[in-house]
């Protein structure tokens, strides 16, 4: 089985309730883009699929809440393109359940632009509260949560992860007697491809061909742990 051009987060963390996990999840849908918001203003550039577009946060601290329209799963928060260390930033997500709000996890990171998975058990919620403290001016690239898929088993031995498999673009300006004057490095993605062998038919069956069916075309987020990681 192949999964192509899933953006992974291979040299980031993926936290499963508290620690580091070999598994590989997949989130397609990111639940705040249909959700009301309550708190937080204007989040369209957490959902926006651009990194380089920032939601800042000056004033040390921000609550963000939302409200879906009916009840959904969710297992997963996920952050990336954001100042953790020069910011001095902490996470706390929060999810409200059994008539109150609980909270699933409080992230920091002393890592700047490192991507973030945390996951744990599915559960229906109607309501998502981020509490985010930070020391300094903070920037956030993407922000999203929903029900991540998780693989039965890890991706086949050979993966080779984005963390060493760069995909940059460089630019060189010439002058009109041919020498270099300069160069431009455009970050770019690397496309993923990985690959699952002996996944049980049954499980393709029920789980993958319905999510094929829902995620073709759109974003998604993957997390697989390559270790180690800070």
């Known amino acids: 089985?192949?999964?192509?051009?899933?953006?992974?987060?291979?040299e980031g963390t993926l936290d499963v309730d508290g620690a580091l996990d070999a598994s590989t999840y997949i989130m397609y849908e990111n639940l705040m883009k249909i959700a009301e918001v309550k708190?937080?203003?204007?989040?369209?550039?957490l959902h926006d699929n651009m990194n380089n577009l920032f939601y800042n946060v000056t004033n040390g601290k921000q609550i963000l809440e939302f409200v879906l329209p009916v009840a959904r799963n969710i297992n997963?928060?996920?952050?990336?393109?954001?100042?953790?260390?020069?910011?001095?930033?902490?996470?706390?997500?929060?999810?409200?359940?059994?008539?109150?709000?609980?909270?699933?996890?409080?992230?920091?990171?002393?890592?700047?632009?490192?991507?973030?998975?945390?996951?744990f058990n599915r559960v229906p919620v109607t309501k998502i509260k981020i509490e985010i403290y930070a020391t300094n001016n903070l920037q956030i690239g993407e922000l999203a949560f929903g029900e991540a898929?998780?693989?039965?088993?890890?991706?086949?031995?050979?993966?080779?992860?984005?963390?060493?498999?760069?995909?940059?673009?460089?630019?060189f300006l010439k002058s009109e007697n041919n020498s270099v004057g300069r160069s431009t490095v455009n970050k770019r993605a690397a496309i993923?491809?990985?690959?699952?062998?002996?996944?049980?038919?049954?499980?393709?069956?029920?789980?993958?061909?319905?999510f094929l069916k829902k995620a073709v075309g759109v974003p998604i987020w993957g997390g697989s742990w390559i270790g180690p990681v800070s």
Not at 80 to 88: A, R, V
Not at 155 to 163: F, K, M, T
Not at 192 to 208: A, P, Y
């Open 76 to 119: 997963c928060f996920a952050i990336s393109g954001c100042n953790f260390k020069t910011s001095g930033a902490v996470f706390t997500f929060r999810i409200y359940t059994n008539g109150r709000y609980e909270t699933v996890r409080t992230y920091s990171s002393d890592v700047d632009g490192k991507p973030v998975m945390i996951c």
């Open 149 to 171: 898929l998780k693989m039965p088993i890890s991706p086949s031995v050979g993966y080779r992860p984005a963390l060493f498999n760069v995909d940059d673009e460089i630019t």
């Open 192 to 210: 993923e491809n990985l690959s699952f062998k002996l996944i049980n038919h049954n499980w393709v069956r029920s789980t993958w061909v319905p």
């Open 1 to 10: 089985m192949q999964i192509g051009h899933v953006y992974i987060f291979s």
């Open 39 to 45: 708190k937080g203003g204007d989040v369209s550039k």
